[in-house]
């Protein structure tokens, strides 16, 4: 019998540090026998007019 191993993303919010800067929290559940070691993260931003905005990472 072959196990469904899987990544799941269970849940991502906007926190904000003391400084009042924004991070994005998520929680992510490991069902396979791997270790993950290292996550990578890219997001782009607009501004209302559909400018792009320069965001401020603090990773």
């Known amino acids: 019998m072959t196990a469904f191993l899987s990544i799941i993303h269970e849940s991502a919010d906007i926190l904000y540090y003391d400084n009042g800067y924004p991070y994005i929290h998520d929680i992510l559940t490991n069902n396979t026998d791997n270790t ?5 993260y890219w997001m782009l931003a607009y501004d209302m ?3 792009p ?7």
């Open 49 to 51: 007019n559909g400018m």
């Open 53 to 59: 905005l320069k965001l401020y990472w603090n990773f």
């Open 36 to 40: 993950i070691t290292e996550t990578e």
